[in-house]
Nanobody, 124 residues
């Protein structure tokens, strides 16, 4: 099992930054490709970004437009989502997901485990 646990959410003003972290208990993060998604209440969950097992390949949703960066520190068993220039429309619950079978993950990858999510609220 590789249950991810997110942290780092909170309240931030528009234009500010947050860094989300994700650790996968029960399995080393370095063994899996990882993805970040978000969901606004009443809307479908949407893809944000993903990183390959090695960290050498990343993919982002088009609307990210250079504001977010996904990275991994396998020595710390953690994947990060650095979010800059936050906007009120970025307000959502952010989820980390583990893709056990994928070397490179993306929006259509089969994700096997999902975290409980961390709330990000951006005030305008």
């Amino acid at each position: 099992q590789a249950q991810p646990v997110e942290s780092g959410g909170g309240l931030v003003q528009a234009g500010g930054s947050l860094r989300l972290s994700c650790a996968a208990s029960g399995r080393t993060v370095s063994d899996t490709a990882m993805g970040w998604f978000r969901q606004v209440s009443g809307k479908e969950r949407e893809f944000v970004a993903a990183v390959s097992r090695s960290g050498g390949s990343t993919i982002y949703a088009p609307w990210v437009k250079g504001r977010f960066t996904v990275s991994r520190a396998n020595a710390k068993n953690t994947v990060y989502l650095q979010m800059n220039s936050l906007k009120s429309e970025d307000t959502a619950v952010y989820y980390c997901a583990v893709a056990l079978s994928a070397v490179v993950a993306g929006p259509n990858t089969k994700y096997d485990y999902w975290g409980q999510g961390t709330q990000v609220t951006v005030s305008s």
